[in-house]
Structures are given as structure tokens and as C-alpha cells.
């Protein structure tokens, strides 16, 4: 699980430093996850290495454990002043190793799939640790937690084009590893990069989230 951390730690340090010189207007920049800016993002990812467990189920409670409602007061929480200042707390929570509850495998799919929603917008290339991408794909393909990624796949069969990975059975879906994952979590932008008689079945399930 050290490992994990690890990576988390490099994956946070290393999108900072993607995102040090953007100016004003990418900021606010739609990112692949609907109705969340750049400034979003990075302020949600800094919400998620501040929370412990407690302050997670107090902060769900004031919500009335509508989780949509907590979210969305977390990143108001956290978006500083300005993108300067939302950046800034960021970079200061490199290294935390606090979160709400839940697999710590989540965690890392955090920073990994986040990454890549602010990441491919604004046309930044960034490549990831092959095995903390297939560690946070098998996690998901097994998993409904809230964004209902094992019901998305149902009846297709993945294959990775870049990595020795497969899943499931049914109509084929193909393409890179990482296009693979941000599909299976809702991304349809990322069908683009996928190929085989499913990936209509896919997009649509994406737009349905």
C-alpha cells in the first residue's frame, strides 16, 4: 500500500507541474468530467488528500448525504481565490496520505483519471505508470461505487491495444489501456480512441450517466 502512496505522491507533483503555467482561461476550461472546470478538479483533488473519515461522514452529514451536494461544497471549499491559490493548496498536499473512506485503490484512480480529465482538454501529454493504471482498471471493472463503472461494461469485451489486459465477454471494445479506463468511468470523449462493434453500446452508456 506504501507503493500506492507513492505514486499518488508523483502523480500529484507531476500534474502541478502541468498545470504551473496556464493561464486565466484554461483555468476554466471544461474538463472530461461533466460540469467540473480545471479549477474544479484541482480543487476536488485537494478536498479528497484533506478529508479523514470523520470529517468526510460530518461533511456528508451537513449535506444530508446527497453526495453530489458534498462534492460540489468541497470544491467551493477548495478553489482559493484564485487558480494561483487553488494550485498553491494542491502542491501542498503532495504528500498527504489522508482520504475519505473507501479502497485505497480508489485513491490513486483520484489522480490517475482526474489527471486525465484536465489533462486531455487542454491538449497536455502525460504518460502514466503502466501498473497503476491496470491496478486502478481492475478495481473499477469490478466495481458500481457511485459511478457505475462494472454496469457500463456489462456484456462487452475490453481489450488494451497497448498493455496485455482483457475483461468480459460480448461485443469488443478496443484501444489504449488508460482510453479503456476513463471510458469504463464515463468518459465518452475517450470512445475517440477506441475501435470494435461495442463501442456504441459504451458511448451510450457513458451518456447515460
Request: neutral net charge; aromatic residues 6%; charged residues 20%.
Amino acid at each position: 500500500m506504501s507503493d500506492i502512496w507513492a505514486t499518488i505522491t508523483t502523480e500529484r507533483g507531476a500534474l502541478a507541474n502541468d498545470l504551473a503555467d496556464l493561464n486565466p482561461s484554461q483555468w476554466d476550461t471544461q474538463s472530461l468530467c461533466t460540469g467540473w472546470t480545471v479549477r474544479d478538479i484541482v480543487a476536488h483533488l485537494s478536498a479528497t488528500a484533506s478529508l479523514n473519515p470523520a470529517t468526510f461522514l460530518l461533511g456528508m452529514l451537513k449535506s444530508g448525504f446527497n453526495f453530489d451536494r458534498f462534492a460540489n461544497d468541497q470544491i467551493a471549499k477548495h478553489r482559493g481565490t484564485d487558480p494561483a491559490a487553488a494550485l498553491s493548496e494542491f502542491r501542498g498536499l503532495q504528500n498527504s496520505t489522508s482520504a475519505p473512506p473507501g479502497p485505497k485503490t480508489s485513491w490513486l484512480g483520484e489522480v490517475v483519471i482526474h489527471g486525465a480529465d484536465v489533462r486531455r482538454p487542454l491538449g497536455i501529454p502525460h504518460t502514466y505508470p503502466p501498473d497503476a493504471i491496470r491496478q486502478v482498471i481492475d478495481f473499477y471493472k469490478g466495481s458500481n461505487m457511485l459511478i457505475g463503472s462494472k454496469n457500463r461494461i456489462a456484456g462487452l469485451a475490453l481489450r488494451a491495444t497497448d498493455h496485455d489486459w482483457q475483461h468480459g465477454q460480448g461485443e469488443a471494445v478496443e484501444g489504449p489501456l488508460l482510453s479503456l479506463l476513463l471510458a469504463m468511468t464515463g468518459r465518452g470523449a475517450a470512445c475517440d480512441d477506441l475501435t470494435g462493434p461495442g463501442v456504441q453500446t459504451l458511448r451510450s452508456r457513458c451518456t447515460a450517466q
